[in-house]
Nanobody
């Protein structure tokens, strides 16, 4: 069994900062890409940021320059530092990871966290 557990969401004023964490645990051999998605009320889920095992990153245009994704491979953890938050960043944020379970097979599987609420409001 593999679990992704997120933490760090909450209520913050516009212009404020939050740091999300997501720790993967269980029978993990290696983790390929990890990422953060979000779903705002009435909208579809969208990619916020992603990071490969080698550290290459990708961001949605709406968060470039404000959000930073990073990971600690030794801890199987991915982070999302969110600065200069705006009300439109309000959403449930989900962690995602592409995980290889077995050293003898190259197959990997996609896992999701349970989501953490981020609310930006004065």
């Amino acid at each position: 069994q593999v679990q992704l557990v997120e933490s760090g969401g909450g209520l913050v004023q516009p212009g404020g900062s939050l740091r999300l964490s997501c720790a993967a645990s269980g029978s993990i051999f290696s983790i390929n890409a990890m990422g953060w998605y979000r779903r705002a009320p009435g909208k579809q889920r969208e990619l916020v940021a992603a990071i490969t095992s080698g550290g290459s990153t990708n961001y949605a245009d709406s968060v470039k320059g404000r959000f930073t994704i990073s990971r600690d491979n030794a801890k199987n953890t991915v982070y999302l530092q969110m600065n200069s938050l705006k009300p439109e960043d309000t959403a449930v944020y989900y962690c995602n990871a592409d995980i290889r379970l077995n050293p003898y097979f190259s197959n990997s599987y996609n896992y999701w966290g349970q989501g953490t609420q981020v609310t930006v409001s004065s």
